[in-house]
């Protein structure tokens, strides 16, 4: 089965700790989105990829980071730094249509949600 | 910047009733416009994805439509059923900067009652 897959599903963070969320596709896009989803709210761009090595910031990227060493592969490390980390994390991809602006569908993973205690 | 706001932002039915979600967006400048559907602590499942260039798009009992011009769509289910239950989220692309990130609306939470 194609797809976006998000582990783990439920992550409890201690103070002061790092920790990873991976998001791995199948689906052969190039690109790559990480948002964050608060409670009653839409979903705020954390950092995306449109390509292997290379990502951009998105609106709220501060304490958090990634890496795009792999095209099937968008892992967010959400640091100490972020103060408050508690929410719902959804990875998407989507391909990439021919020009700058283009814009092709994005597709979402079942996301993980992060809680810190 | 674009805005996307969504009202209501729950609305409670009960079953066989045709509905109606409202979408608003501030800059009329988009490429196009994307309805997903959210069931609770899940993923978002993509519904429909209108092209700026159309006007209206529907797949089984959903039709969405599109006005550019004063900045709104629509997002309307017929007979609902309980099991459209979920809570509904349209987003635009930014249209400057990069076109790829996508702006959310809050949602609409939808219950429809059997």
């Known amino acids: 089965d194609g797809g976006i897959t998000q582990s783990p599903k439920y992550l409890f963070r201690k103070e002061g700790q790092n920790v990873t969320l991976s998001c791995e596709q199948n689906?052969?896009?190039?690109?790559m989105y990480w948002y964050r989803q608060d409670p009653g709210q839409g979903l705020r761009l954390i950092y995306y990829?449109?390509?292997?090595?290379?990502?951009q910031k998105g609106d709220i990227a501060e304490g958090y980071s990634v890496s795009r060493e792999k095209k099937e592969s968008f892992p967010l490390t959400v640091t100490s730094a972020q103060k408050n980390p508690t929410a719902f994390y959804l990875c998407?991809?989507?391909?990439?249509?021919?020009?700058?602006?283009?814009?092709?569908?994005?597709?979402f993973g079942p996301g993980t949600r992060l809680t810190v205690l | 910047k674009q805005e996307v706001t969504q009202i209501p932002a729950a609305l409670s039915v009960p079953e066989g009733e045709n509905l109606v979600l409202n979408c608003s967006f501030t800059?009329?400048?988009?490429?196009?416009l994307q309805w997903f559907r959210q069931d609770p602590g899940k993923g978002l499942t993509s519904l429909l994805l209108?092209?700026?260039?159309?006007r209206e798009q529907t797949s089984g009992r959903l039709n969405a439509s599109l006005d550019k011009s004063s900045g709104r769509s629509t997002l309307y289910i017929a007979a609902s059923q309980p099991g459209d239950s979920a809570t509904y989220l349209c987003?635009?692309?930014?249209?400057?900067?990069?076109?790829?990130?996508?702006?959310f609306g809050s949602g609409t939470q939808l219950t429809v009652l059997p």
């Open positions: 998407a991809s989507s391909s990439l249509g021919a020009g700058r602006s283009s814009y092709n569908e994005q597709f």
């Open positions: 689906l052969n896009h190039d690109a």
């Open positions: 990829s449109q390509i292997v090595n290379d990502f």
């Open positions: 800059d009329s400048a988009i490429y196009n």
């Open positions: 209108i092209q700026s260039s159309q």
């Open positions: 987003a635009v692309p930014l249209t400057s900067g990069s076109a790829r990130q996508l702006t």
